[in-house]
């Protein structure tokens, strides 16, 4: 059984670095993560890539967590924010100044709580769908 923080901290580590830079795996049958990077002195096990026990975890951008998540937020608050956030997303540095723009707005502790609560459905369907016990 995985704990299901133990799954956001390590999609927060997966998502953080350049793309494939990081990998994380989640033993279906003990319930272990573990985390595959140069930034890790950790040897993962000899068979991690050949043992289908291992599922890797996908990253929030797989999940759908990081654009299409910001501008479904702002769709849900009102059609002007919706449309400044969908023109911010259009260019680099994107990130940073939505949440500039809602901590501006007074919106910046909804966005993380329905961040956090999309994360946390998406993980637990994920870990449904893989088999995998989540609490």
């Not at 272990?32 to 096990?45: G, H, N, Q, R, W």
């Not at 940073?96 to 910046?108: A, D």
Request: proline content about 4%; charged content about 30%.
């Amino acid at each position: 059984m995985v704990k299901l923080d133990d799954l956001e901290l390590a999609l927060n580590f997966n998502s953080s670095g350049p793309y494939f830079d990081n990998e994380i795996y989640i033993d279906t049958e003990s319930g272990e993560v573990i985390y595959v990077s140069d930034f890790i002195d950790e040897e993962p096990p000899s068979d991690i890539y050949e043992n289908d026990k291992y599922i890797m975890l996908p990253t929030k951008q797989e999940f759908g967590l990081g654009k299409p998540l910001a501008l479904e937020f702002a769709r849900e608050k009102d059609r002007d924010l919706f449309n400044e956030v969908y023109s911010i997303f259009s260019s680099r540095g994107a990130y940073s100044r939505f949440k500039n723009l809602l901590e501006h707005k007074g919106l910046l502790e909804q966005w993380y709580n329905y961040e956090q609560e999309q994360i946390g459905k998406a993980l637990m369907a994920w870990c449904s769908d893989n088999d995998i016990q989540c609490k």
